[in-house]
C-alpha cells in the first residue's frame, strides 16, 4: 500500500493520559534494582496506566472528542471511524463500533472498523484513508488509537515491565481545505522472520482456554526478544528510509520534524544517529509516557503541533516499527 502526493489535510489532534501516574522508581523497587536502572535502559522517567473505570473506548472517545473539537467537525460530519490498537476491547465486534456509539453517532450508519498493526496500526490506517479521501470516498475520518499495553504487561519482566504505559491518540484527517497540505508518500514492510520477536500468543485462535487453561494463561503475556528486534530493525532500516524519501521526493535532511514510534531511548537513537537529525527536530514523548504501541505516533503528533515544531508549510516524517516485524512511515506537508 502506497500513497503518493495526495491532497490530505490534519485537521485536529486530541490526546488522553490515563489516571494513574507511575514513576520509573516504583518500577525499581518493584524488580529489585537500583534508582535509575529502568530510566538508564528504557529512556522512560514516568509512564500511566489506566484507573479504574478508564479502558480501550473510555480513553479513545475523551481524544477523539479534543480531535474533534479542535478540528471544529462535529461528530455527525465524519464519513468513517477507524481504531487502531493491538488490543482490542473485545474480540466481536470491533473496538470502532464501541467508539461510534461512545460518540453518539450510533444511529448514524458511518463505516467503523480497526486496524491492527501493532506499533504501526495508524500509519497503516493513514495510508489506507489516504486513499478513500484521493478517490473521492471519504472526505473526514477519524482515527483512534487507543492501548492498554498493560493489559498484557509483565510486571516482574526486567525486559519490558518499565517501557510501555498506556494511553489514546485521536487524529481527524481529511482533503486538503486549501493549497499545500498533502501525505506525500508512505512506504510499509514487513519481515516475518521476525513474527516470534514481539509477540502476545494467547487472544486468538492458536491458543484457547478451554484446551490448555495454564498454556493460555503464560501466553497472555506480552515477550518481547529486544535484541533481536533491534538488529532486524537496524538491518533493515537504510533501504527502507530511501525508498521512502525516494517515493515522496524530498530528503531526509529536508524535513522540519521527525515524530519516531517511541519504541525505545536505543531505537530512537540509531535513527538519530543513522540520519543525523539535530535533536530539535525529534519530537519524543517517551520519557513522560512510555511506549504506548500504536497511541505512540499519533500522540508525538500532537505534542509536535502543541509546542509549535509541527505547523502550516513544515515537511514532517512519522516512522516506526512493530511487531511482525514490521517497518513503516510517512511523509507529510502540513
Not at 468513517?80 to 444511529?107: E, K, M, N
Not at 525516494?246 to 519504541?263: L, T, Y
Request: hydrophobic share 45%; aromatic share 4%; net charge neutral.
Amino acid at each position: 500500500m502506497d500513497a503518493n502526493n495526495i491532497a490530505l489535510e490534519i485537521l485536529g489532534t486530541g490526546t488522553h493520559t490515563p489516571g494513574t501516574r507511575v514513576v520509573s522508581e516504583e518500577i525499581d523497587r518493584r524488580l529489585g534494582k537500583r534508582p535509575g536502572w529502568i530510566r538508564d535502559r528504557t529512556g522512560v522517567d514516568v509512564r500511566s496506566f489506566v484507573a479504574a473505570g478508564e479502558d480501550v473506548i473510555t480513553m479513545g472517545a475523551t481524544a477523539a472528542r479534543a480531535a474533534l473539537l479542535e478540528a471544529g467537525v462535529g461528530a455527525r460530519e465524519l464519513d468513517a471511524i477507524i481504531a487502531v490498537g493491538s488490543l482490542p476491547h473485545q474480540a466481536i465486534p470491533c473496538s470502532a463500533v464501541f467508539l461510534q456509539r461512545a460518540l453518539g453517532l450510533g444511529d448514524r450508519g458511518i463505516p467503523a472498523f480497526d486496524v491492527n498493526a501493532t506499533c504501526l496500526g495508524f500509519l497503516v490506517a493513514l495510508d489506507l484513508v489516504a486513499q478513500c479521501i484521493a478517490t473521492g470516498r471519504f472526505r473526514r475520518v477519524l482515527l483512534v488509537a487507543s492501548e492498554v499495553a498493560t493489559a498484557g504487561l509483565n510486571l516482574d519482566d526486567p525486559a519490558t515491565a518499565g517501557l510501555f504505559g498506556d494511553g489514546a491518540a485521536a487524529v481527524v484527517v481529511g482533503a486538503a481545505r486549501r493549497s499545500g497540505p498533502a501525505l506525500l508518500a508512505t512506504h510499509l514492510e514487513t519481515y516475518a522472520e521476525g513474527a516470534e520477536y514481539c509477540q502476545v500468543r494467547a487472544g486468538g485462535s492458536g491458543l484457547h482456554p478451554r484446551h490448555d487453561l495454564d498454556a493460555f494463561m503464560a501466553g497472555t503475556y506480552f515477550e518481547m526478544q529486544g535484541k533481536a528486534t533491534y538488529r532486524l530493525a537496524a538491518d533493515r532500516l537504510p533501504q527502507f528510509i530511501d525508498t521512502l524519501f525516494s517515493r515522496a521526493g524530498v530528503r531526509p535532511g529536508d524535513i522540519d520534524a521527525w515524530v519516531p514510534h517511541q519504541a525505545s531511548g536505543l531505537a530512537i537513537a540509531h535513527l538519530a544517529s543513522m540520519l543525523a537529525i539535530p535533536v530539535e527536530r525529534l519530537v519524543m514523548t517517551l520519557a513522560t509516557r512510555g511506549n504506548q504501541i500504536s497511541a505512540s505516533i499519533p500522540t508525538a503528533l500532537d505534542a509536535g503541533r502543541r509546542d509549535g515544531r509541527i505547523r502550516s508549510g513544515r515537511l514532517v516524517a512519522l516512522i516506526g516499527t512493530g511487531a511482525g516485524l514490521s517497518l513503516g512511515g510517512a511523509v507529510l506537508r502540513i
